[in-house]
C-alpha cells in the first residue's frame, strides 16, 4: 500500500519551535516510521514557505532582502528536521524554480476548468507606506472574538479565515496608520461552486478528528465566498497571464501548491512516480498541521484538488490543537516559544522527541512548562523506561554475554509474552487511527511491565539459586527490551536503534517489521556492552520546601459505595491514570452518590495509607469548607487522570511517604481569584499577589492558594483547582 504524507509548510521568518514540532512534524515523523515498519511505500514531504508575508515583514525590519531571510531559516529549519530525526523523503521551498513551475501550471489548469476568473475588489492601501497591503500587513480587532491582534487573513485566537476588511479598527502593521480601501484587478478562485462537492466528500469522514470536521462543516455550512488568489505584491510566483505582469499568486494557494511540487521533484531526483501517489486512487493522503491551518487544508486545498480535476483528495488531516508556553501560545511573531536550535543544543533529541508525545495536545491545548518537561523526562523517560532498559541488559552482558537459552516457563512468563503480543495489538490499533498519545501509553505501560516483571523475577538471586531458570527470565527480559526498542522506533528512533545495537544486532531497526516485537530472542547472539540512554536532567529552579513534600493528583472516581461499617463513610474506587486505588471519604452528609461518580478530585497521593473501620484508605482527597459548605477541589477545566498538580508552574518531588501530622501542618485555603488595579490577585484570609502567567484567565474563579515561603497557586497547566461548590474565601483546605 502506498501512503502520501503531506505536513504543513512552515514560514521562513524564524527558526522553528516546540510547538511547530509537536504541532505537525512529530506527528507526522511517527506515523511515517510506523507505516514504513508495517511494510507500505511512504512519501513524506514539507517544505519552507517562502513567499509569505511574514519574510517580507522581517525582511524589511532587517533591511535585507526575502530570499535572504528566506535561505537563512530554511537552512536553520532543515538542520532541525534532520537533527531531530523528521524523516522527510524531501523538504523542499516555494522558492525554488521547480515549485515556481508547478504552481504556474496548476493555476493555468484550474483557470482553463473555469474556476479562476478576473474581478475587481477593494484591498486596503497604507496612505503612509503608498501601497496596497497584503492581509497580514493588516492587523486589528477579530470580528467573531474580539481578539485585538488578529491579522487580515485569520484570527490566531478562534481560527476563523477572515478579509482585512472584516477587522474592527483595523492598522497597518508596519507603521499603524488606517488603511484605505481601493478598487484593485485581480484572479479569483470561485470557491463558492465547490461547496456542494465539498459537504458531500466530507460525509464518510467520520474518523477524523471531531475538532477537524466540526470546524470544517461549520465552516462550509457558514457559506463559501470566491477568493482573490492573487495580491499587488513584488514578492511571490508570478501570474500566468497578460495585464497580470505586476502581481503576485498569494500565498495561501501558492504554499499548498507545494505539497505537489516537492512530490514532482523528489520524483525527479529519485526516478520514482509521483503520479504513483496522486493519481493512484488507492493511496491514502494524510496531512498533518496545527488548527490554524485546519480551513486551509479541508476546505481551500481540497476544492482546488477538485477544480484541477486529476488528483487525489485527502483522506485524513490530522490537526493538532496548541502548545502553550505557561499558558501562552507558540508564536514566532510574539517571540514566545522554546526555539528548537537551542533545545537541540540542550538536550538529546529523543528526550524531546519523549516530551512532545506525551505532552501532545491532540485534543486540546496542552501547557509547556520547564519544571513539567524536567520531571516527566526524569521519572517516565529515565527511571521506568530507560532504567528497565539498562538493568535487563547490563545483567544479561555481565551475567551471559550472549542472549541466554529459554527454558521452562512459569505463570509469570506466559503473563510478559502475552503482554507483548496484546501490547502490539493495541499499538496497531491506535496507530491506523493516528492515536499517537493512546499508543505510546500502551508502549510506557509494557516499559513499567518490564520492570515489574524483573522484580517478580529477582535475576540477581535466581543466578545463584537455578541458572538454568534464571537464564529464562532474562531471555524473556531481553524480549521485552527488543520489543520496547522496535514498538518503540517510531517515537524515539535514535535510542531505538542504540538498543537495537546492544542486542547484538548489526543492521538498522529499521529494516524490519513492527510485527517483529512478538519475535522470540535469537539464543546465543553475542550482546554488545550497554550504556546508560539519558542522565537525569539537574533542576535549578526555585523550589518549595513544604510544596516539595506533598504529591497532589488528578484523580477520576470510577465508583462510590457505602462503607460497610460507617454509615457516614463512602468507599471510592478512583483512577489515578497508571493505576487506580480505594478512598475513604466522609462526604456522605454533603454528597450523594452520583454527584461523586465521574467527578474528579484532588487527591494527596503519598499520604500515608490508614485503615477505616476496616477498609484501607490509600490517600485523601482534599475538599475546602466554611461553615455552611463542603466543596471538594476539582480542576476547573478539562484534566486527565493522574495529571499532577502544580504550584505556580512549578511540580512537587516528594522522597517518600507523607505524615499525617506533616500533611496537618500545611497551611491551605480557599481564595476568590481576582482583578485589581490591573494585577491578578487571590483574596482568602488575606490578600495575595499571583506570581503566575496564565491567573490572567483565571479571574472570577475560585483557587486554593498553598502557603509556603510565598502564597502559590495550585493548577494542572493552564487549569485552575478550585473547589466544586462556592465555598467562602479563607476557607480551610481538609
Not at 535549578?540 to 506533598?550: A, P, V
Not at 500533611?663 to 495575595?688: N, P, T
Request: proline share 5%; charged share 30%; glycine share 8%.
Amino acid at each position: 500500500m502506498r501512503i502520501f504524507i503531506g505536513v504543513a509548510w512552515p514560514y521562513a521568518n524564524g527558526p522553528v519551535h516546540l510547538g511547530h514540532i509537536v504541532g505537525a512534524y512529530l506527528p507526522a515523523d511517527i506515523f511515517a516510521r510506523y507505516q514504513r515498519m508495517q511494510g507500505n511505500e511512504v512519501l513524506m514531504v514539507s517544505g519552507s514557505d517562502q513567499h509569505g508575508t511574514p519574510i517580507t515583514l522581517t525582511a524589511e525590519k532587517e533591511g535585507v532582502s526575502p530570499q535572504e531571510v528566506a535561505d537563512r531559516y530554511h537552512k536553520i529549519n532543515s538542520e532541525v528536521m534532520e537533527r531531530m530525526g523528521i524523516s522527510f523523503d524531501l523538504f523542499f521551498r516555494t522558492s525554488d524554480p521547480a515549485h515556481r513551475d508547478v504552481v504556474k501550471r496548476f493555476f493555468l489548469r484550474l483557470y482553463e476548468n473555469g474556476y479562476l476568473y478576473r474581478g475587481k475588489m477593494l484591498l486596503p492601501y497604507c496612505p503612509s507606506c503608498h501601497r496596497f497591503l497584503p492581509d497580514r500587513y493588516v492587523v486589528g480587532t477579530c470580528p467573531y472574538c474580539g481578539y485585538e491582534n488578529a491579522r487580515g487573513d485569520q484570527c490566531d485566537n478562534c481560527g476563523r479565515t477572515l478579509d482585512p476588511k472584516d477587522l474592527i479598527n483595523p492598522r497597518c502593521a508596519i507603521c499603524g496608520t488606517t488603511p484605505e480601501f481601493r478598487e484593485t484587478e485581480h484572479v479569483f478562485f470561485s470557491l463558492s461552486k465547490l461547496e456542494k462537492r465539498l459537504l458531500g466528500w466530507l460525509a464518510d469522514k467520520t474518523y477524523w478528528r471531531s475538532n477537524v470536521l466540526n470546524f470544517t462543516r461549520n465552516f462550509i455550512k457558514g457559506g463559501l465566498k470566491d477568493r482573490a488568489i492573487t495580491r499587488d505584491i513584488e514578492w511571490g510566483v508570478e501570474v500566468p497571464l497578460k495585464g497580470f505582469e505586476n502581481k503576485r499568486i498569494y500565498v495561501w494557494f501558492d504554499a499548498v501548491i507545494g505539497y505537489l511540487s516537492a512530490s514532482v521533484e523528489w520524483a525527479k531526483r529519485t526516478g520514482k512516480s509521483w503520479r504513483a501517489f496522486w493519481m493512484d486512487r488507492d493511496v491514502r493522503h494524510y496531512y498533518f498541521l496545527g488548527k490554524d491551518n485546519i480551513p486551509f487544508h479541508t476546505i481551500i486545498w481540497p476544492a482546488m484538488l477538485m477544480a484541477h480535476g486529476e488528483l487525489n483528495l485527502p483522506y485524513n488531516v490530522v490537526a493538532n490543537e496548541y502548545l502553550r508556553f505557561s499558558g501562552e501560545k507558540f508564536s514566532k511573531s510574539r517571540g514566545i516559544g522554546v526555539w528548537m536550535p537551542e533545545l537541540l543544543d540542550a538536550f538529546h533529541p529523543d528526550i524531546i522527541r519523549f516530551y512532545g508525545i506525551i505532552n501532545m495536545p491532540e485534543n486540546r491545548d496542552s501547557d509547556f512548562t520547564w519544571d513539567d518537561f524536567v520531571q516527566k523526562v526524569n521519572e517516565e523517560l529515565i527511571d521506568k523506561f530507560a532504567n528497565f532498559v539498562h538493568r535487563a541488559l547490563i545483567f544479561a552482558y555481565r551475567n551471559f554475554g550472549e542472549v541466554p537459552p529459554r527454558g521452562e516457563v512459569d505463570e509469570v512468563d506466559r503473563e510478559a509474552i502475552k503482554t507483548i503480543m496484546q501490547t502490539l495489538k493495541n499499538m496497531q490499533k491506535y496507530l491506523e487511527n493516528v492515536e499517537l498519545k493512546k499508543a505510546f501509553k500502551e508502549w510506557m505501560n509494557l516499559a513499567r511491565f518490564g520492570n515489574v516483571y524483573f522484580d517478580r523475577k529477582a535475576p540477581w538471586a535466581l543466578c545463584k539459586e537455578n541458572k538454568e531458570r534464571c537464564a529464562t527470565a532474562i531471555n524473556i527480559s531481553l524480549q521485552i527490551v527488543q520489543a520496547l526498542a522496535i514498538l518503540g522506533a517510531p517515537f524515539l528512533p535514535f535510542t531505538a536503534e542504540k538498543i537495537w545495537h546492544y542486542l547484538g544486532n548489526e543492521d538498522s531497526i529499521f529494516e524490519h517489521k513492527y510485527v517483529e516485537a512478538i519475535k522470540n530472542m535469537q539464543e546465543g547472539r553475542k550482546l554488545n556492552k550497554p550504556e546508560v540512554l539519558f542522565e537525569k536532567i539537574k533542576r535549578d529552579e526555585e523550589r518549595y520546601e513544604k510544596w516539595e513534600q506533598i504529591d497532589l493528583r488528578v484523580a477520576l472516581v470510577e465508583s462510590v459505595e457505602d462503607h460497610p461499617n460507617a454509615d457516614k463513610l463512602y468507599v471510592l474506587r478512583i483512577d489515578l491514570g497508571d493505576e487506580k486505588r480505594t478512598l475513604i471519604a466522609g462526604l456522605k452528609r454533603f454528597y450523594k452518590k452520583e454527584e461523586l461518580l465521574g467527578k474528579k478530585l484532588i487527591v494527596v497521593c503519598n499520604l500515608e495509607p490508614a485503615n477505616f473501620r476496616g477498609v484501607r484508605s490509600e490517600g485523601m482527597l482534599l475538599a475546602g469548607e466554611d461553615d455552611n459548605t463542603v466543596g471538594f477541589l476539582t480542576p476547573l477545566g478539562d484534566v486527565e487522570p493522574g495529571a499532577r498538580v502544580q504550584a505556580n508552574g512549578v511540580h512537587s518531588n516528594p522522597k517518600g511517604i507523607l505524615k499525617f501530622k506533616k500533611f496537618q501542618k500545611m497551611k491551605m485555603e480557599v481564595a476568590d481569584i481576582i482583578k485589581r488595579d490591573g494585577k491578578v490577585v487571590a483574596v482568602g484570609k488575606g490578600e495575595y499577589p499571583i506570581d503566575y502567567r496564565p491567573a490572567e484567565s483565571w479571574a472570577g474563579k475560585q483557587g486554593v492558594v498553598f502557603h509556603d515561603k510565598k502564597p502559590l497557586i495550585l493548577h494542572v497547566g493552564d487549569v485552575p483547582i478550585g473547589p466544586v461548590r462556592y465555598v467562602k474565601p479563607g476557607g480551610k483546605i481538609r
